[in-house]
């Protein structure tokens, strides 16, 4: 069954709340799979530009309606988010007392619609803005606008604030939590609260209905072309979430480790595995009589010791000579002055700075 599954159990009486690290973990589910999915995206549009551009390009609006459609799904079915149902809950609506209706009845439509609203919305909105944010940082330090521009002091006033909003936000979230935990709120998140709905676990009756229902879906046959195009779709979509249900179970640790391994705070460890080996220092022949030693000063030619006039870089080594000794030595002895490098004529870089 799609929504049910090997890894749903029954809560015991009395421990219908979740734990905090359960509720904590059913957040960062779908917070892994979006990476995962962007990076395959990016790979396939770096692969082939032309196909599978469009798809890194709308990413996140064709992920927020795949994930409306899943969370549309799960909160239809199963009165829970896709990955709520996942770790064995469900939503209630505050204020029911000691009721607990079924997973199978639903959410009332005010609390389902705001249920739907914030689990797709609220991330979908908070990424665009960290987009903008970085892009208007981008343009602060390249900007084109004049000094005194009123759009560049209101945006440069933007990015002073939004630090401080992104903090209070996330505080909320940190407080919340911490209430939570402590047994002074019902919702560990304050999205939660907004909707009017608190986590609860599953009970052996809500799989019971759950299995029934899904028994009842698959085995009623349907006789009217619209109704069976009904029926196709919401197989389609039924097998489409039991595969990401069930593919999970066996592969979130994979998503993580991609998360984890895509990471920004991960690149100086991944370049530090992946770097190439550190090539050995320049071999100086000061035993040959043609070899030039370093002067004490970097504006002096090492070649005729004296300063430099038309300063020329080799390209094989780095060292920077008068051209006309460069071209000469060169020329001569088909190798670097300093390190022995063989060097050709066309490895002289003229180099020009601003007092030339």
């Not at 799609?2 to 957040?27: C, I, K, M």
């Not at 919702?187 to 019971?208: N, Y």
């Not at 100086?268 to 004490?296: G, N, R, W």
């Not at 051209?323 to 870089?349: D, I, N, S, W």
Request: charge should be positive.
């Amino acid at each position: 069954m799609a929504e049910v599954g090997a890894h749903l159990t029954a809560a015991p009486a009395g421990e219908e709340r979740p734990s905090v690290f359960e509720a904590v973990a059913q957040d960062s589910l779908m917070a892994a799979v979006k990476p995962a999915l962007q990076h395959l995206v990016k790979v396939l549009a770096e692969s082939n530009p032309a196909r599978y551009g469009f798809l890194w390009q709308w990413f996140d609006e064709i992920y927020v309606l795949l994930d409306l459609l899943l969370q549309q799904h799960y909160l239809a079915r199963c009165s829970a988010s896709f990955s709520e149902n996942f770790y064995s809950m469900k939503r209630i609506p505050m204020g029911n007392g000691r009721q607990r209706p079924l997973a199978t009845a639903g959410l009332p439509k005010r609390h389902h619609w705001k249920s739907l609203l914030l689990l797709v919305l609220v991330p979908y909105l908070k990424g665009k803005l960290e987009k903008l944010v970085s892009s208007l940082r981008e343009e602060d330090e390249y900007s084109i606008h004049p000094p005194s521009s009123s759009w560049k002091r209101f945006y440069r006033a933007f990015l002073a604030a939004y630090p401080y909003v992104n903090m209070t936000w996330e505080g909320w979230f940190l407080i919340q939590q911490l209430c939570y935990i402590l047994g002074k709120a019902e919702h560990h998140s304050p999205l939660l609260k907004l909707a009017g709905v608190r986590l609860v676990r599953l009970t052996a009756e809500d799989i019971q209905a759950l299995e029934k229902k899904w028994a009842e879906s698959t085995s009623s046959q349907t006789h009217s072309f619209t109704s069976r195009v009904q029926s196709a779709l919401r197989r389609a979509l039924g097998a489409v979430a039991f595969s990401l249900s069930t593919g999970l179970s066996v592969s979130v640790f994979f998503l993580q480790f991609l998360d984890w391994w895509y990471s920004s705070e991960n690149q100086e460890t991944i370049k530090s595995l992946t770097a190439l080996p550190t090539p050995p220092p320049p071999l100086h022949l000061d035993h040959e009589p043609s070899s030039a030693v370093l002067p004490s000063l970097k504006s002096v030619c090492p070649l005729c010791r004296k300063v430099r006039v038309n300063a020329t870089a080799l390209a094989t080594s780095g060292f920077v000579f008068c051209y006309r000794c460069a071209h000469g030595f060169v020329k001569a002895h088909q190798r670097c002055p300093v390190t022995g490098y063989a060097t050709e004529l066309q490895h002289l870089v003229k180099l020009y700075s601003p007092e030339s």
